[in-house]
């Protein structure tokens, strides 16, 4: 609820800055974008003063060129002003189109207008300059004739006037050429004086031009002065308003900014608020897993002590009552017994349900694949429940459709757990009626098949109320339940999680006094027929081959050691007693025992240790004693731990009798084959080595986990990890000359080969084991390459073996 509250508050601070921050960008866009237009504007206006000043650049030019005209008379400058004259005409055309502000429109108009008259101005005094130059050629000419006649009166020179008047002599007669010459000299007088007149007259307009072309300049600088005037006005207060604008925009932008500061500090303040409460959080969580941890540790532990505790005077009691069920009972008698058998059967089942919730919840189970007959477990769980059954006076029904596979793959012993369970609630809570396990495949893919399995009875059935508690660890439909059928309210749970495991599904139908239908859905995949795992079934062993076997019975408890004497004081054997492990190893260094049946916890010394210190006697007959482990700790890691040190094999307490006798069978079985290849290594030699195939059999390591994967499959880590080990140890004390030092290395990995059936690499390890015994090192050299090649193939199998 916290968190919530803090993620609310840090959303709602996190959408007010993101509000304030937008609010703050529509602000500053709209102002600078005000102030934009604003100067866009003025830039605009400035344009109509730009263009008017160049207009009036324009004329000043024009009439510089018409002021250079009149005193140069060069044609050059009437060519400029006529150029300038242009671009004044396109100038004020283009003014005239643009759309001037109300009190600028009035001016620029002026402007245009004095402008055209300023135009005309200057056209005008260029007519007056152009006259005068006519009359200035005419006054030229009429100086000219003067000078040519007298001319021709002084030195009779030819000219164009003399030649013109020698043409007119040849038409007239000589007098007629001298009334002519006097007639032209008065018309050029009268003219001269005409021309004098006239150009009196253009200097007059000329000077009239003058004073008008200056009275309008100054009207155009008065106007052009006006305009500059108002626009300056114009730009002050544009200039105040921009400040104006920023300024408010600043002061905006200052109380956004300061609004934001405060939120960040908010969020900043919320989530070093939030980040020291989840620091102490943190901390009362480490705490609490650490606790946590210790406390389930602290259960595994004490559910071990509690299973080892309780195991052990079920094992007496367990024991004994076998004992004396042999004996001669009456009928009374046997009744008792046999109430104290199922009563004792009833205390181990519930202390395996303990045990096995206990693995399941801390995902210790691991499914193994092997292939089995599914026909024939289905028919075995019927076997096993249908007596439990008829003594309810119920019929068990086992229906198995022919269209079902008859070889999958999986793991049989939890599948047969699963039924185990369902079929025994169905027995518990039926009576006096019928109960029917059907099977039948529902899909059949190329590599897999969903089996069906659905077991229903006519039994007294539940509530929906009451189904919904039954997968709870520990409940039971109601509270009597317990009380009148008895159970811990872990089969369900217990079902469920290996149902889980196998990725299948269970659905359970019921209703109350009519009976549940329970509904598995179980996937497989097809099995191989060669690879088929017979289901084992109890059988008696020839107890012959104890005849004359000496035993050494190991166990701080008396009872237990009178438990293994009753049991074995009838099959011929020599039997003695040690109460630790201490004494154990005295009894084992001054005796020739067969067998030693080993208890593990003990005081002064227990039953592992002793096992490694009867592995290290310096004899090979006491050493490779068969020890097997008697005791009440068999979790996985006890048993890893168990092989680790060297003993053979466990039997789990509460024994029966038959379960002694088939361990030691195994056991002495085993060494006999492995005493009997072992005399053949010590006669191998290295060109029988060669000869010889690298090959792992993994069946009697198997047989050796009771089919557990997972203690399979660390037993399989753990040789790796100790063959790997060794090998360095063999090559560094090679390296380093300590030969003294191989054979304990390969006596180190000989037994774990052994178990793997990797004949070739034993027999290596032990004729390098005996021959360093011997002190006979002429041949370590090849023995320890071979082993090197050999030990990396082993174990290439292995890896390839435990990555399936």
């Known amino acids: ?50 263009y008017t000043k160049a207009t009036l650049e324009n004329i000043y030019r ?46 620029v108009d002026s402007i245009i207008k004095l402008s055209y008259l300023k135009v005309d101005q200057m056209d005008s005094l260029l007519k007056i300059h152009v006259a005068q130059r006519v009359n200035n050629a005419i006054d030229t000419a009429y100086q000219k004739i003067m000078e040519e006649t007298e001319d021709v009166n002084a030195s009779n020179k030819k000219s164009k006037i003399f030649l013109f008047f020698n043409n007119l002599k040849k038409k007239k007669d000589k007098g007629e050429t001298e009334v002519a010459i006097s007639e032209v000299e008065e018309s050029l007088s009268e003219v001269k004086e005409t ?142 017994v046999d109430m104290v058998r199922k009563s004792t059967a009833h205390l181990l089942h519930l202390v395996n349900d303990v045990l096995d919730i206990s693995k399941l919840q801390r995902g210790k189970v691991v499914l193994e694949e092997l292939s089995f007959n599914a026909n024939d477990v289905f028919a075995d769980v019927a076997s096993f429940i249908r007596p439990l059954a008829e003594e309810k006076n119920s019929d068990l029904i086992l229906e198995i459709k022919s269209n079902t ?81 008895g159970g811990t309210g872990l089969g369900l749970p217990i079902t469920k999680r290996l149902i889980s495991l196998f990725n299948g599904s269970i659905n359970i139908e019921s209703e109350k006094d009519k009976g549940t239908k329970v509904v598995l859905e179980l996937p497989f995949k097809f099995g191989k027929e060669e690879k088929v795992v017979k ?84 004899d090979h007959t006491k050493k490779d004693v068969l020890i ?20 053979n094999g466990l039997v789990p307490k509460p024994f029966k009798e038959l379960e002694v006798i088939t361990a030691i069978y195994k056991g002495m079985n085993f060494s006999k084959k492995e005493k009997s290849k072992q005399e053949n290594t010590v006669e191998n030699s290295l060109s029988d080595f060669n000869e010889m195939n690298t090959e792992v059999d993994f069946s009697e390591l198997v047989k050796l986990s009771g089919n557990d994967q997972a203690f399979y499959r660390d037993m399989l ?19 380093k000359g300590a030969l003294e030092k191989i054979p304990n290395y390969a006596h180190k990995i000989s037994a774990p080969a052994r178990h793997l059936g990797a004949e070739k690499l034993y027999k290596v390890l032990k004729k390098i084991e005996l021959d360093g015994r011997k002190q006979v090192f002429d041949q370590y050299e090849s023995l320890i390459k071979l082993l090197n090649e050999e030990l990396k193939a082993v174990l290439a199998l292995v890896k390839r073996d435990l990555e399936k």
């Not at 809570?429 to 009875?457: A, C, H, R, W, Y």
């Not at 979790?635 to 003993?647: A, R, V």
């Not at 753990?718 to 063999?730: H, S």
């Open 628 to 647: 097997i482990a008697l005791t009440a700790a068999v979790t996985d890691k006890d048993k890893q731990n168990y092989l680790n040190s060297g003993m």
């Open 405 to 485: 596979p008859s070889v999958l793959c999986g793991d049989i012993h939890r599948l047969q757990q699963i039924l185990l369970n369902i079929l025994s609630n169905a027995v518990k809570f039926t009576e006096n009626g019928k109960i029917k396990m059907e099977v039948f495949p529902t899909l059949i893919e190329q590599d897999q098949v969903v089996l069906n399995i659905i077991v229903s009875d006519t039994g007294i059935g539940m509530t929906q109320e009451q189904l919904k508690k039954i997968f709870q660890e520990f409940e039971q439909a109601q509270a009597s339940t317990t009380r009148n059928y």
């Open 195 to 336: 021309e004098a007149k006239l150009n009196e007259e253009l200097i007059q307009k000329e000077l009239i031009l003058i004073n008008y072309g200056n009275e309008l300049a100054e009207k155009i600088s008065y106007q052009i002065t006006k305009l500059e005037s108002l626009e300056a006005d114009r730009l002050t207060e544009t200039s105040k308003k921009v400040k104006k604008d920023i300024q408010s925009l600043n002061n905006q932008v200052l109380i956004i900014c300061a609004f934001l500061v405060a939120f960040l500090a908010l969020l900043v303040v919320s989530i070093l608020s939030y980040i020291r409460k989840n620091t102490r959080v943190r901390l009362l969580l480490k705490k609490a897993k650490k606790e946590a941890e210790r406390l389930a540790k602290a259960r595994e532990e004490f559910i071990a002590n509690v299973s080892h505790e309780i195991r052990t005077p079920m094992n007496a009691i367990s024991g004994f009552t076998d004992q004396i069920a042999k004996g001669p009972l009456t009928t009374e008698q046997r009744e008792h």
């Open 717 to 735: 880590q753990t040789f790796i990890n100790g063959a790997e080990e060794a090998l360095e140890n063999i090559k560094n004390a090679q390296e």
């Open 62 to 107: 024009a009439g510089i060129n018409v002021k250079s005209y009149t005193i140069t008379k060069d044609s050059a400058y009437l060519n400029k002003y006529e150029q300038f004259r242009g671009k004044v005409y396109d100038q004020l055309a283009e003014i005239e189109s643009i759309d001037f502000k109300e009190d600028h429109q009035p001016i």
């Open 1 to 50: 609820m916290k968190r919530a509250s803090f993620e609310l508050r840090v959303t709602i601070i996190t959408l007010l800055l993101f509000s304030m921050v937008a609010i703050l960008g529509l602000f500053a866009y709209k102002s600078y974008n005000e102030i934009v237009n604003e100067l866009r504007d003025n830039t605009v206006d400035n344009a109509e003063l730009v």
């Open 535 to 618: 289901i084992q079934q109890e059988k008696e062993i020839d107890t012959d081959f104890l005849i004359g076997k000496r035993i050494l019975v190991v166990d701080d408890e008396p009872f237990n050691r009178k438990l293994l004497r009753s049991m074995l004081k009838d099959k011929h054997v020599e039997l003695s007693e040690a109460e630790n492990g201490k004494e154990a190893v005295k009894l084992v260094k001054s005796n020739d025992y067969d067998v030693v049946l080993m208890d593990v916890r003990m005081p002064e010394l227990n039953g592992m240790e002793a096992t490694k210190k009867i592995r290290k006697i310096n």
